[in-house]
């Protein structure tokens, strides 16, 4: 049997239902972004992300922190923490190209020995 909700249902979502990504780029005019917004997606697009930004700024307090032996626990957590994270990404990138070169494989011997460089 079939109900009003199963035909209206795919049309309206419940908040947290779909998808939950956060896109983090400055919005030309938005009122949250400090400075020129031209510049600071120019920078980001053309330089340097966030991350890289950031990562190179760590990487400066480490440095400072052990020139002059202050420890920085937060800091040393929050590099600790990112690693994790990239390695963890690393090695799902890394299971996601093995199951692809075996699917491709299965299918196109040929193809795939172009790929890996197999004789």
């Known amino acids: 049997m079939i109900t009003p909700f199963d035909v ?16 983090i780029v400055p919005r030309l005019f938005s009122p949250d972004i400090q400075g020129i917004p031209e510049i600071e997606h ?5 330089v340097a992300s966030y991350g890289k930004q950031l990562g190179k ?3 400066a307090l480490q440095t400072l922190a052990a020139a002059t032996e202050t420890p920085l626990p937060e800091i040393q957590a929050l590099v ?3 690693e994790a994270v990239k ?12 199951a692809a ?3 491709l494989r299965a299918i196109d011997e040929d193809g795939w020995r172009e790929v ?4």
């Open 101 to 103: 070169l075996e699917r």
């Open 80 to 82: 600790t923490g990112i």
């Open 8 to 23: 209206w249902a795919p049309m309206f979502r419940a908040p947290f239902s779909g998808d939950v990504t956060q896109e």
């Open 42 to 46: 120019k920078v980001q697009t053309e």
């Open 87 to 98: 390695e963890k990404s690393r090695a799902a990138i890394r299971a996601d190209a093995k």
């Open 116 to 119: 890996v460089g197999a004789p």
């Open 57 to 59: 700024v760590l990487e």
